[in-house]
Structure formats: C-alpha cells, structure tokens
C-alpha cells in the first residue's frame, strides 16, 4: 500500500469560537489557538482542521464567507495566520483549512456585484432564474428549512440557497468561477497550508432545474478538476471532503488511490442511521448495535485496498458521543474510553473532536435564548409553528442540536472554564469543574491520556493503519469485536455496549500469547466484560 502521511495520522479539529479566547472578547480566536498548541503537542496529533476563520457576517458561524483570502477579525487577522503557520510548523503540526466551496456568504462582493443587474459579469457566478406564475421556481427546499430560493424584487429573478439565504450558491457550472476558486486554494497552499476539509462537496454539482441537490452527475468530474488543478501540485496535501449524502460506490471515487481526487471523505451514515428517513425533525434515532456494526463494516471491507476512511464520531455539527444514544452518565468515563478504541482501532484516518479527548458531553440549555445556533433556531420556529410546545422543542435541540459540540472547551476549573475572561459568546456547560484539561492531563488514567496512547499506537504499529479488517461475533447484541490482520500481525478489538457484565468469547491466542494494548479497567476476565469495557489485543503471528 502507498504510504501517506496521514494514513498513520490523527488529525484534531478545532472550532476556534470555542477553543481559546486570548484578548477576553468572549469567542475563540487565532492567538487562542497558538496558546495552546503545547496542549495539542502533548497530545501527539498530526494536524488541526480549523473550522472557517475566513471573514464572514458569521450568520453559520464562518460557514458564510464573505472573503476568502482574508481573516475574520473575531479571530484575528493575517498576521496571526501566518504566526500560527510558524508555529505550527515548529512542532510538526499540519494545518488544514475549511473550505466552503458550495457558497459564499450574500456579502461577498461577487454577490454584491452579481445582484446588481442580469448583465453584470458576476451575474452568473450565483443561480438565478425566473419565478413560476408569481411562484419559486420549483420546491427545492434548504437544509435549515423554507424553500432553496430566494426573490430578489430589483431583480425580479430568485437566487437557490442550500443553507440560509445569506449563503447563495455558487454556480459551479460557470467555468470562471471554478478558476476563482482554484486560484484562491493555491494562494492558500503557497501559505503552507497541508490539507483541506471541503464542507457539502457533494452539492457542488447541483442542477437545480432537475431538482438534484446532492451528487450532479458532473460532480466527480468536477471534483476532479478541482483537485488536478490545486491539490496535487503538493503530494503532501491531504484533502477530506464532507459527503453527507455519499454511498460506498461514490466514496471510492473521491477517495480512490490513485489520487485523483481526494483523500478521503467524511460520510455520516453511522452517525444518521436515520435522519433523512424522518423530516429533519428527528435526528438521532434509537441506538441499534447491530445496524452500527453492520454500517461501520460495511465501509471497512468496502473501502479496503481501493479507497480510504476518515474516522470520526463527534464534529461541530453532531451531538457529543458521550451523550448521543442516551449513554449511562455513570459509565462517561469507561465509555468515552471505549467509543475511543472502537474508532481507533479500525482502518482510517481518526479525527478528535476538540473536547472529545476529554470525554465533554452535551450540555442542556433550558431556553432558546442560550443556543446560538442558526439551524437550532430555525428548528425551534419550525416546531413551534406545527404545534409543538417550547419543551418538545427544547428538548429535541437538547438531544440533538449542533451548539451541543459548540460550548467552550473546558480547560480548567476556573471562570467560564478557562476559555475566556470576558463573558463566552456561547454558556459553557456547567460541569467543567468535573471534566476539564488540567485535571485530566494529571492523571495518568484520564481520558486525556488514553487518548494519547491510542494516537501513539497508531504510529508504533503498522497493523493500526494495514490490517484487513473483519467483524467478529456479528449477533452478539452486547458488544462490538473485529480482528484486524495483516501477513505478520494481528488486533482484536472488543467493546461492550452495556451497562451491566456480558459475556464475550475472545480467540484463545490473543489470551495465549497476545499481548493487550489498551483497555479501559485494570483488571479483566478472559470471558466477561464490564460496563462498556474495552480491549484491544495485539500479537504478532509468528508465534504461532
Ligand atoms: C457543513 C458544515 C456546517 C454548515 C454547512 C453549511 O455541513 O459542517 O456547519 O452549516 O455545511 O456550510
Ligand atoms: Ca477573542
């Protein structure tokens, strides 16, 4: 297999709003981040993604940028950038940037321009067409809600949104705005920027007369222009496109060795299991281990060889994983623990989740007023409007919501948790006194350093990021095990899903002469498991 840097990487992202405020503004900024780059070098990640610091009105919280080639100044300026490149640089930390090609904020100055007349140059670097009979164009609907287009009465002519109406969709169809963005992707690598996360790329290729949002049939095409013309100039570059909607068969695609497109993608299907089949309301349906397991593998085996994964349980957009299928608040510790080994030990490139590492749940604002969040929001006045009461509302956000990953990250035991002297632009959650980075980083059993160790194993052993993987025990309802097997070595990876003992029958030789790499209690037996437990076997194969 070719080796790439990042196939034995661990990558962090980071939502700077929330990571570390440096000039007590209240909201996470540049000069935040390189404060705690030390934190992140103790930890042993290979490379932060940076959610968007672009300048933006942040309506989605920087996912509306209104200039791609300059700093917002909540976070900074291009100063800072290039002093967070320098020291990153000094402690082998990549950096890759957010890129939110699908859009632009209705700020940019290409919307400015593109809405002033049909004639202007810029006019089609949006999507503009006429109403129906004083109607939208068609019932193309956004992902927040309301319909996908937007009148513009000047213009007498409706632009397609896929998000809020202050993110206008760029028309990927226009040859010039493709070059645009080529261009501004390459000024970025020049920078030194090493990778970059590609937010819905797989709504680029829209063609909203036919009512397809998601995969255009030029999308790979596309795609792969994009990445001839930017990414591949540097084969250090690693790329990871956000797919909500892509099946193994497009994910080979993006991710196929030959690199001819990315190198990899994020899919969601493990963490949707359910989600489009009900009407956005209900997101985040009962857990089933069986369907996990049967999703996870599936790209597992699928991808093996010809394709490559992205890990990940928790982002910006998803509720904590601690909390996210209704997990016993007893076992947070020895399930964190768990949900880490499950993920690590598979074939991919792990993505940590700023807190994650620390085991941060969900938080329970009881009022609207507390969330932050433009789809949070929507969601509230959707629900209310069809008869839901606030509480339903409310406790849906609660479960569900994206500010859920957005509360500031819990340093230490301080005032608002460490994260800013100011008042947070969002509440931290109020049990940081109880979870928090300088507690954790004392203790040797926290979940701070298991993470640590399982980012080191992935590094010391080559099975981590080579071995075949293959489900173990598939009915077992309880728990989770695989084998991982390469010609010379082999894992056994096995975690509990319960809050009671279970009994689990581990291959005799991984008992024999095995070796266990990782487990979240200090003592186990060979036949049973306790409350969410976890192991990670290791033996080489010619002690046979
Ligand atoms: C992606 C981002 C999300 C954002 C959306 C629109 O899904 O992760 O935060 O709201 O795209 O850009
Ligand atoms: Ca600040």
Sequence with gaps: ??????????????????????????????????????????????????????KSPQVDSGYDISDYQDIDPIFGNMEDMDRLIEECNKRNIRIIMDLVLNHSSDQHRWFQEAKKSKDNPY????????????????????????????????????????????????????????????????????????????????????????CIAENGPKLHEYVRELSRSTFQKKPEIVTVGEAGNTGVESALLFSAQDGSELSMVFQFEHMDMAHKKENQINWVLPFDLLELKEILSKWQVELYGKG??????????????????????????????????????????????????????????????????????????????????????????????????????????SLHAGFTKGTPWIKENPNYEEINAEDERKDPN????????????????????????????????????YLRSSDTEELYVVCSFVNGCSKVSIPERFLKDGVLLACNYEESLPEQLQPYEGRIYYRKKNAE
């Design 123 to 210: 006019h089609d670097y949006y999507i503009w067409r006429d109403g129906k009979e004083g109607e939208v164009p068609n019932e193309m609907m956004a992902y927040f809600g309301g319909s996908a287009w937007e009148w513009v009465p000047e213009l007498g002519q409706y632009y397609f949104h896929q998000f809020t109406p202050e993110q206008p969709d760029l028309n990927w169809h226009n040859e010039k705005v493709r070059q645009e963005l080529y261009q501004m992707i390459c000024w970025w690598m020049d920078k030194g920027i090493q990778g970059f996360r590609l937010d819905v790329i797989d709504l680029i290729a829209k063609e909203p007369d036919l």
């Design 1 to 54: 297999m070719e080796k790439k840097w990042w196939k034995t990487a661990v990558i962090y992202q980071i939502y700077p709003k929330s990571f570390q405020d440096s000039n007590n503004d209240g909201i996470g900024d540049i000069g935040g981040i390189i404060n705690r780059l030390d934190y992140l070098e103790e930890l042993g990640i290979d490379a932060i993604w940076i959610s968007p610091i672009y």
């Design 446 to 481: 926290s979940i701070f350093h298991f993470y640590r160790k399982l980012i080191q194993l992935r590094k010391e052993y080559a099975i981590f990021a080579d071995g075949k993987y293959c489900l173990q025990d598939k009915e077992n309802k309880e728990s989770f095990s």
């Design 308 to 413: 490559w994964n992205s890990l990940f349980w928790d982002n910006h957009d998803q509720p904590r994983i601690v909390s996210r299928w209704d997990n016993d608040p007893t076992y947070r510790e020895e399930s964190a623990k768990m949900y880490a080994m499950l993920l690590h030990g598979m074939q991919g490139t792990p993505f940590i989740y700023q807190g994650e590492e620390l085991g941060m749940t969900n938080v329970a604002f009881d009022s609207i007023t507390d969330y932050r969040d433009i789809a949070a929001k929507n969601l509230y006045d959707r629900m209310l409007g069809r008869g839901y009461t606030k509480e339903e509302a409310i406790e849906l956000i609660q479960k569900d919501g994206r500010d859920n990953a957005r509360t500031p990250m819990q340093w230490d035991k």
